[in-house]
């Protein structure tokens, strides 16, 4: 919506700007070509240009605050979602090292008994159980 109504007003921009150059030259030829009484109407032709004119800045200007609020909104939304990713990622990384280890074929780090097996999986979810607490702790999740 926001590039739609600036495209618009570049476009009612363009097209006044060449009415400007117009208005302007035929200012000065009215008075010779229809009379002196005719300059009345040409000074509230101005006028009416004029409003148009600044009525246009204000719209643009409207328009600029509106898309760099819409900007912050969006970087705002932004590092919230990745902040909440980066606090997964680190939530899920000593998780999945600790996996890692017993994962690799080692005779140092069978797992052979259901109790073994149990410890790793409790360290695991000890883990995962600080991580959230302590990122809660800092408000960041």
Known sequence: LLSKTS?????IRSALR????????????CS???????????SVIEGEYGHIEQAL??????LIDLRQTNDSLLSTKTNSTMQRLTIVNVI?????LVSWIFA??????????PLQLGLVFASMAFI???QVAYFRSKKWL
């Open 128 to 130: 995962g159980i600080f």
């Open 57 to 62: 800045e204000e719209n643009r200007q409207t």
């Open 104 to 113: 690799m074929d080692s005779k140092y780090l069978s797992l052979n008994t």
């Open 92 to 96: 899920m990384l000593p998780l999945g």
């Open 32 to 42: 010779k070509l229809y009379g002196a009484e005719f300059q009345n109407y040409m």
């Open 18 to 29: 060449s009415h400007k150059e117009m208005l302007r030259s035929f200012s000065q030829m």
């Open 7 to 11: 495209r618009t007003l570049i476009d």
